[in-house]
């Protein structure tokens, strides 16, 4: 990392001379850098907790770092006017919070002062540090086993998140690119904030049962016992696929009418004429995509193997050339512009859930009897995860009512108070929705009380 900053300052101060403003890169550059070794440091603590299924750390050192880094960026910005070094400076205090968080929850839990009465993995501070294991070699063979396979799947998830940049550098014009710019970023927070948490404990979560799963397999009169952790492990991915859906749903049926509203109170006419209003309300039908995806996704890395892993790999650069052909499509031949490009993720999306399902039902029904149709299997799985026909329907009487709203009080794309008079219709029928959901939590709670079993493979 200090190799890479150094060579790329030096050889910017070359060529940035003549310009005060991009005089600044250089130094920014340097500060990311800068951050990245912080943030390193924190990885092994990051990856110990993950691992012990300490969520409510990783939210809390998380929440605090991404704070930190908006409250600096917006004093370094908007108070000192400090321009593109707030960013750097914001980055540093990111890494910085971060470790800070983490060697702080540690120390405490180590040292007795938490209130958490479990044993811990640690006994000192120290063990963070690098060395040798008691008693074991300096490589973890079976995790070696798993470099290959997870060093491409890291290269190919980079070629797909930096994939709609490539794409907007070849077929877009700059407005283009910057109304996907303001819609991704806006847009995203959704899933970095409540999607990613989950990701992460849903992976760890099943990564457990799965080695449940093999331990109980090797002893040929645990059967039962196998029999009832998977099916365990089905409930609790169908209740985390319905929660994702109804999550899908309120964006669908509310964000694709109140995108626009919501420019309106952000940015003014003037942004929402410029078509930002249109392209946020396609990005919140892409949204239910990211989060089932990314559950599905989780689960097929916890409970597959490395070969399993490999063909996941090789089938994403397939997607991923599916994906570009249907941006070029849609942006290009049908001339879509942003549009085409945000429906061209939802292409590529698709697709990865249709695989992750088809994995999914057949891992989950090897009990079963039944022949396996595919992707015929994969759309079954997905249908079973749905929430109520009821529930369906009040989503869409309320999708009705909002896509009314905007065309009677929008219609001449009037700001003032209107806007805020949707956002009141919008928060009533929430409430309603909100209602409707709870029921949503009551089969957990009554599966936590009445199901150790679950419980007490993740304890192992």
């Keep these: 990392m200090l190799v890479l900053g150094y060579s790329t300052v030096s050889g910017s101060n070359k060529t940035v001379e003549t310009d005060d403003f991009l005089a600044e890169y250089p130094t920014v550059l340097a500060m990311y850098c800068g951050a990245a070794m912080v943030e390193a440091l924190a990885e092994p603590m990051f990856v110990l907790a993950h691992a012990s299924v300490l969520v409510g750390w990783q939210v809390a050192a998380q929440s605090a770092a991404f704070l930190v880094r908006a409250a600096v960026q917006y004093i370094g910005v908007v108070m000192f006017e400090f321009g593109l070094i707030s960013y750097g400076i914001a980055e540093l205090a990111y890494a910085t919070t971060l470790l800070v968080m983490f060697a702080g929850f540690f120390w405490r839990r180590i040292h007795g002062f938490s209130t958490e009465k479990e044993s811990?993995?640690?006994?000192?501070?120290?063990?963070l540090l690098p060395g040798r294991v008691e008693e074991g070699d300096w490589c973890h063979k079976e995790l070696m086993t798993l470099l290959i396979p997870l060093s491409v799947q890291s290269g190919v998830k980079y070629l797909l998140a930096e994939g709609d940049k490539w794409v907007l550098t070849g077929f877009a014009s700059l407005q283009h690119m910057g109304v996907y710019g303001l819609v991704s970023n806006l847009g995203?927070?959704?899933?970095?904030?409540?999607?990613?948490?989950?990701?992460?404990?849903?992976k760890t979560i099943f990564s457990k049962l799965a080695l449940a799963q093999k331990e109980n397999s090797a002893d040929q009169k645990d059967d039962e016992n196998k029999k009832r952790s998977l099916t365990d492990a089905k409930m609790l991915l169908m209740i985390l696929l319905k929660l994702m859906n109804m999550i899908g749903l309120v964006f669908v049926c509310f964000g694709t009418s109140y995108a626009y509203t919501l420019v309106l109170l952000l940015y003014g006419a003037e942004k929402a004429r410029q078509g930002v209003g249109a392209a946020l309300a396609v990005y919140c039908v892409y949204i239910p995509f990211l989060g089932v995806n990314g559950v599905c996704e989780a689960v097929v890395h916890a409970i597959g193997d490395d070969h399993q892993l490999m063909r996941l790999n090789k089938l994403l650069g397939v997607f991923f050339v599916i994906?570009?052909?249907?941006?070029?499509?849609?942006?290009?031949l049908l001339n879509w512009g942003t549009l085409g490009l945000i429906m061209a993720n939802c292409v590529n999306m698709g697709c990865r859930i249709l695989y992750c399902l088809t994995f999914l039902a057949s891992y989950f029904g090897q009990e079963s009897t039944k022949i396996s149709k595919g992707f015929i299997d994969g759309l079954e799985f997905w249908r079973q995860s749905l929430p109520d026909r009821l529930v369906v329907v009040a989503f869409l009487a309320s999708l009705a009512v909002t896509a009314t709203s905007k065309h009677m009080l929008l219609g001449a794309e009037s700001a003032g108070p209107t806007p805020w008079i949707r956002s009141g219709i919008c928060y009533a029928l929430n409430l309603q929705r909100y209602e409707d959901k709870m029921p949503l939590l009551s089969p957990w709670t009554r599966y936590e009380a009445y199901e150790p079993s679950f419980t007490n493979d993740l304890n192992k």
Excluded at 120 to 127: C, E, I, P, V
Excluded at 188 to 202: K, Q, W
Excluded at 323 to 332: I, R
């Design 323 to 332: 994906y570009a052909v249907s941006a070029l499509v849609f942006m290009q």
């Design 188 to 202: 995203s927070l959704m899933p970095r904030i409540v999607f990613l948490p989950i990701e992460e404990a849903t």
């Design 120 to 127: 811990f993995a640690l006994t000192g501070m120290s063990q």
